[in-house]
């Protein structure tokens, strides 16, 4: 029987947000975004001393331009997983209507970019459209 290690986290893709607002150097976020190419690396930086929320993940481009920030319903846990130490790597997947989409992947393993028809819904704000939360299973 194979044992199976269920600490490891699947790869995901996550929504970047925020890329209608300049940067504090009045960079222009949607700008930068057209410059991205898939399978190129960003960086996932938390800002705790954010002032809209203490849990707040920047994303930045390979040249260090912020693109936006992830989701609110994302951010707590990918911010805690960077606080603990895990190994994070992303990649920048692809541009969306409401800023992009970047390719995650946990503990060593490389993102690898998803081909694989379309993600969920985003709108403006980063909310997830026609969302469904996971199911509550009895104890």
């Known amino acids: 029987m194979t044992k199976v290690d269920y600490t490891t ?28 190419e898939p399978g190129e690396p960003v960086d996932l ?11 707040a993940v ?6 260090g331009v912020q693109i936006g920030y ?9 911010g805690q997983l960077i606080r603990q130490g895990r190994e994070i790597r992303a990649v920048f997947q692809s541009k969306a209507t409401f ?7 946990f503990d060593g393993e490389e993102p690898q970019v998803d081909t ?5 819904p985003v709108d403006e704000r980063g ?9 509550v299973w009895p104890d």
């Open 116 to 120: 694989e028809g379309q993600h969920e």
């Open 9 to 36: 986290l699947p790869a995901m893709s996550l929504a970047v947000v925020g890329a209608a607002h300049l940067n504090r150097d009045r960079s222009n976020r949607k700008f930068e975004i057209l410059l991205c």
């Open 127 to 135: 909310q997830e459209q026609d969302f469904w939360p996971d199911p």
């Open 58 to 63: 920047a994303v930045y481009s390979s040249r």
């Open 99 to 105: 800023g992009a989409w970047v390719r995650v992947a």
């Open 45 to 55: 930086q938390p800002e705790p001393k954010n002032r809209h929320d203490e849990r």
């Open 70 to 78: 992830l989701t609110a319903e994302r951010c707590g846990r990918i």
